[in-house]
């Protein structure tokens, strides 16, 4: 992989950083704002610098964390993705040229003050120069840059002490201080916001900086304060020397300033200053334009002669004559001022979008993302940023928003006519949010190891087969003890093989090293102490160390080549000042074809006490037979718990004390049950916590937006509990699993006559949507049952499928209503003519519903319905039988004959 060296130290970084805000802003925008905002000029470029800060800093934490060439592109494709990469690059990239070309422009307007020559000629004749210069080399450009920087700041600073010093004996100037009221302020903040752009461009040349970590946040930081006085300073002593309307027509308002300051020479000297500023504008442009190309060439987005690197000068030749070629034409066809304007708004968008990455990158929490400087107030700053470059794109009006529409049609394009065929990856992003690659059918399962193909360029982790493994336990170098997790994993399997899965994440791009690849001293500790605990407790265990660039893919892939019945994790808390963002793999959580255990070790070896919180769901019969499991290993007892309001009446504390009757026959450990009272659910936990040593519940429902960003009920029990917490989910396809040994017990028929009745049979439904379905069938149980209106059950439906989606795949559906006035349960069978899509994760439709309806108190005979359904569908050509029914009479003998079957 083509590489730059790292030549750039602190003076040459900030010389770079102030030389790219040294521009065509400085020298023509203050007459611009000027129209709009008047005598609070210098509030606008103060207003402007404060809110360009969280952008650098936001761009020095991600650059310290991914210091390679091509800045917020390389941030971009990482985490949003190639698409998004490819517009943020391409638009970025020409963003910055335009710019440039516009510098050299301005540029041929202030030389016309010294010498009669064209504006076009002289701006190409100096941009040949740069071209060469950038040809040459960043170490000469930076020594080239620091005399330039330093020339200009001194000069600048001469004329603004020379102007304080002058006005102390002006009037006060006449006229409104803020014509354009707030509105208008706010506009120029948003025009002389890229004045201080140039600030990040640093970032674009990370690859090339001495000590990253430390260089870049204190380039960036001390350029902004230096510029910012500068700016402000300007602008304030032009607002008092010249009233607004004359200020607003001059198009060297600065040369003016220094002659009206120092005469004739101070006009000269300021107008060479300014050449010299928008040469060294021009300079930094390409230098930061030409490594956009490089990087996405580096990527495969752009053809690979844009990588090349001279190996004598360390510049890339092509991207650097490619950037100078498109300047020269921008130059010569373009308007480049309005063009440098509408792309204006492309930068803004992109610092968002850096504000966008950075959230991203703290919650999706990556194992190599491992910044040497970290953003303050954190997540409010990156947020506050994200809202202003909103409200100042806005504020930019439609012009802006032309602009960056523009941008992102090119950058679209460019994706789908070259970039979409080259690259097979994706960002972060992608691999935090629903993963239809992982779930449709076929399309990765088997794709590692049967075509024998690893799926990211590392050592294929399936080359030597794998075996079945009862239990997988995942490690990720960040749980607070590996042994804890093992233990667990150990009890899950009983007699059963158990893998231990260690996975260390690599970045989606760069090189891998040999020394990668070996395994060093600490993960053979962690090795040795694995197969030291599995002899110890009689478990099979194998170990495996993995290298990945996707680790929710090598973790599903495991489990499910595995066939595992568990995946433990360590439970790794996320809160913050109150946002407590979405867990890294929540939703692969949610999708594995597994059991999941997710454990918080408070530092607890031996569990004398556990609480079990149930509630009627998915996942309460996994609770109790877990809770079970390790109750028997530790000779602990179990206490069934259930949170109430303190204003629930007793008859729905008598409603929860049967229910937990139903639970208790399910086990062989508990010793007692208590409905927990409060006033608030999660305090009311967290105190009955410290009476216990492992407390024991349900995954939540699958997640609402609200739940994503500040934590639901359980995500606060599980931080703040006084003792170890296990949390379990049970995957929608397998819930009858963990009641295997109940729907075993019988050795006769299944007694399907006490729960089904003609009333609750429907074949060829007529239903085009889930709602048409969920109505058709609560109306047939209302039927059947007394007091119980078809609305109630309808409701209890849905909110059964917010905690979790029924579908089980194959056509087939198991939904099911929780409802405390229905008498018995009652368990009926649909089939529809047509499937209807029903919102499950891999968008199947669904064709088949087995249904029960009834009390929290007759859990165990749900329960029992479930597990026993499940089989008869697993075992038997009850599926096919069903589909040909024409009506309720045919249904029923299926049901009959399947049961028949199996016995």
Not at 464 to 493: C, I, K, M, Q, Y
Not at 663 to 669: D, G, K, Q, V
Not at 828 to 846: K, S
Request: charge should be neutral.
């Amino acid at each position: 992989m083509a590489k730059l060296d790292r030549t750039l130290g602190l003076t040459g970084l900030v010389a770079v950083s102030i030389g790219a805000m040294l521009g065509g802003s400085i020298f023509v925008l203050p007459a611009v704002a000027a129209q709009i905002t008047g005598q609070t000029l210098w509030l606008a470029y103060l207003l402007a610098a404060l809110l360009v800060l969280p952008a650098a800093l936001t761009k020095s934490e991600l650059a310290t964390a991914l210091p390679a060439s091509g800045g917020s592109y390389v941030y971009i494709e990482r985490c949003l993705g190639p698409l998004a990469g490819t517009i943020g690059g391409i638009g970025l990239s020409v963003s910055l040229l335009l710019k440039a070309s516009f510098a050299l422009l301005v540029l041929g307007a202030y030389l016309n003050l010294l010498v009669n020559a064209p504006v076009k000629p002289v701006a190409l004749t100096v941009l040949a120069m740069v071209v060469v210069l950038n040809l040459a080399g960043l170490r000469k450009l930076g020594r080239v840059q620091t005399v330039i920087v330093t020339v200009c700041i001194s000069v600048l600073l001469f004329l603004i002490l020379g102007g304080l010093t002058r006005i102390s004996s002006l009037p006060a100037p006449e006229g409104p201080k803020m014509p354009g009221g707030l509105g208008g302020l706010m506009a120029a903040v948003g025009l002389v916001f890229f004045s201080y752009a140039g600030v990040t461009k640093v970032a674009a040349i990370a690859e090339e900086v001495e000590n990253p970590s430390r260089n870049i946040p204190r380039g960036m930081i001390f350029s902004i304060g230096l510029i910012t006085l500068v700016y402000t300073g300007i602008s304030w002593v032009l607002v008092r020397m010249f009233d607004v309307p004359s200020l607003a027509e001059d198009a060297t308002p600065i040369a003016s300033l220094a002659e009206a300051l120092h005469g004739k020479a101070g006009m000269v000297v300021l107008s060479v200053t300014a050449v010299l500023a928008l040469a060294g504008m021009a300079n930094t442009g390409i230098l930061a334009a030409s490594r956009f190309p490089f990087a996405m060439s580096r990527d495969r987005l752009l053809p690979p002669i844009l990588m090349k690197v001279n190996p004598r000068s360390g510049a890339p030749v092509a991207s650097v004559l490619l950037t100078g070629g498109f300047m020269a034409a921008s130059i010569l066809f373009l308007d480049v001022v309005k063009v440098a304007k509408l792309c204006s708004s492309f930068k803004i968008a992109a610092f968002a979008a850096n504000h966008v990455v950075l959230l991203v990158m703290r919650e999706g929490r990556p194992q190599w993302y491992r910044p040497g400087f970290k953003v303050p107030l954190y997540p409010w700053l990156p947020i506050f940023g994200v809202l202003t470059g909103l409200v100042l794109l806005v504020a930019m009006g439609g012009v802006a928003l032309m602009g960056l529409g523009a941008g992102l049609a090119v950058g679209t394009a460019a994706y789908f006519f070259y970039g979409r065929h080259k690259v097979t990856h994706m960002g972060l992003l992608r691999q935090l949010l629903h993963r239809s690659d992982l779930v449709q059918a076929g399309e990765v399962n088997g794709s590692l190891a049967d075509e024998g193909v690893a799926p990211d360029g590392l050592p294929e982790p399936f080359e030597n087969g794998l075996v079945e493994a009862h239990t997988t336990v995942a490690l990720f170098d960040r749980e607070p003890s590996a042994e804890a997790l093992v233990h667990l994993g150990a009890t899950l399997a009983g007699n059963r093989t158990m893998e231990v899965l260690r996975i260390e994440e690599l970045p989606e791009h760069g090189e891998i090293f040999s020394s990668s690849l070996d395994r060093d001293d600490r993960i053979r500790s962690l090795e040795r102490r694995v197969l030291a605990l599995s002899e110890e407790r009689g478990v099979d265990v194998h170990f495996d160390d993995v290298l990945s660039r996707d680790v929710r893919r090598t973790l599903y892939e495991y489990a499910s080549r595995q066939h595992s019945r568990w995946v433990v994790m360590a439970w790794n808390s996320s809160q913050r000042r109150g946002l407590h963002l979405r867990d890294p793999f929540a939703w692969l959580l949610g999708h594995l074809e597994s059991n999941v255990a997710l454990l918080k070790d408070a530092g607890i070896r031996t569990y004398r006490k556990i609480l079990a919180i149930a509630e009627p769901g998915p996942h309460d019969a996994l609770v109790i037979r877990t809770a079970d499991q390790l109750a028997e290993l530790f000779r602990a007892r179990i206490t069934l718990g259930r949170y109430l309001p303190s204003s629930a009446g007793e008859a729905e504390e008598e409603v929860v004390r049967t229910y937990h009757g139903e639970l208790a026959s399910l086990c062989s450990h508990v010793s007692g049950a208590e409905v927990l009272r409060g006033d608030d659910e999660v305090t009311t936990v967290v105190k009955a916590s410290a009476r216990f040593d492992l407390l024991v519940f349900g995954a939540p429902p699958e997640a609402a937006l609200r739940d994503m960003f500040f934590g639901s009920r359980q995500d606060h029990i599980m931080e703040q509990a006084h003792c170890a917490v296990l949390r379990l989910s049970t995957p929608r396809a397998e819930t009858h699993k963990a009641l295997e040994p109940i729907a075993k017990k019988d050795s006769g028929e299944f007694p399907f006559a006490t729960f089904v009745e003609s009333g609750a049979l429907e074949a060829a439904l007529e239903a085009s949507r889930k709602e048409d379905l969920f109505a058709a069938m609560a109306s047939c149980f209302a039927e059947l049952t007394e007091d119980t209106e078809a609305a109630a059950i309808e409701e209890a439906f849905w909110a059964r499928e917010k905690q979790q989606n029924t579908a089980v795949g194959d056509g087939v559906a198991l939904p099911h209503a929780t409802v405390d006035s229905v008498q018995k349960t009652h368990l009926g069978i649909f089939t529809l003519a047509r499937p209807v899509p029903y919102g499950n994760a891999d968008g199947g439709e669904v064709d088949v519903c087995l249904s029960t309806v009834g009390p929290s108190t007759d859990r165990n005979t749900h329960l029992y319905l479930l597990s026993a359904v499940a089989r008869l569908i697993q075992e038997g050509d009850l599926l096919s039988d069903l589909r040909r029914a024409a009506s309720r009479e045919d249904i029923a003998d299926a049901l009959r004959q399947a049961a028949a079957r199996l016995t």
